[in-house]
């Protein structure tokens, strides 16, 4: 079964700056996918980024990015400006790749809590 | 398109009475996933369904829960005779059918469940 841990119960970061939340997994499949959810307040799960495992390309959406060592099963998210939206509850995610019986449930890691400072 | 919708938001129990909870997945949606969140924790998956199909119940409690998607109307995810320890807040996710693409899960809101 696939695992994922995220070492960092919490974190802050000063309004502006960048911050990185750290995220590892386990898993045997050589094919996967990997995702970054934020929770704010309201509860509601957001997805943030994606990665295929089998992409080498970092994803980027405007200013998140992940550092993806698929080697290290490492899956970093990078915050750059940070901004006082981006205070939530950050929860990493992996799901196997879909099978005919779509074996497609996400198992989350723990989550970060991410604090933004003004 | 209107998103995964659940309700109710919110539901208080007595221990002992049962809990229905429901989800609207997104119009063209035909995967209907649940998760439970315990307090301070990550969402855990509990079900996977299609139409009229339990595809993966893996993470259901071997008792007291069910699940359901009938062809027509939402899906149900049922508790029996509810525990304090039932309390959490439950989500349900939906994606489109098909395969072999990177389709992700949409979540609802979710309803927070508490037994008193």
């Known amino acids: 079964a696939q695992t994922v841990t995220q070492s960092q119960p919490e974190m802050s970061v000063q309004e502006a700056e960048t911050v990185t939340l750290s995220c590892t997994y386990d898993t045997s499949e050589s094919d996967y996918y990997l995702f970054w959810y934020k929770q704010p307040p309201s509860r509601q799960m957001i997805l943030v980024i994606r990665?295929?495992?089998?992409?080498?390309q970092n994803a980027t959406e405007n200013r998140f990015s992940v550092n993806f060592q698929k080697a290290a099963k490492s899956f970093s998210l990078k915050i750059s400006d940070s901004q006082l939206g981006d205070a939530a509850m950050y929860f990493c995610?992996?799901?196997?790749?879909?099978?005919?019986?779509?074996?497609?449930?996400?198992?989350f890691g723990t989550g970060t809590r991410l604090t933004i400072i003004p | 398109n209107a998103g995964v919708m659940q309700n109710p938001r919110h539901l208080v129990r007595r221990r002992g009475q049962e809990a229905r909870l429901r989800c609207s997945p997104m119009?063209?949606?035909?995967?209907v996933y649940w998760y439970r969140q315990l307090p301070e924790e990550g969402l855990k998956f509990m079900v996977y369904?299609?139409?009229?199909?339990?595809?993966?119940e893996s993470g259901m409690p071997k008792e007291r829960f069910s699940a359901e998607f009938p062809k027509e109307g939402p899906s149900i995810l049922r508790i029996q005779q509810v525990v304090r320890g039932d309390s959490a807040a439950y989500f349900c996710?939906?994606?489109?059918?098909?395969?072999?693409?990177?389709?992700?899960?949409?979540f609802g809101p979710g309803t927070r469940l508490t037994v008193t």
């Open positions: 996710a939906s994606s489109p059918p098909g395969q072999g693409s990177t389709y992700e899960q949409y």
């Open positions: 995610a992996y799901r196997s790749p879909i099978s005919n019986f779509g074996n497609e449930k996400l198992t």
């Open positions: 119009k063209g949606h035909s995967h």
């Open positions: 369904l299609q139409k009229e199909n339990i595809i993966d």
């Open positions: 990665q295929e495992a089998y992409k080498q």
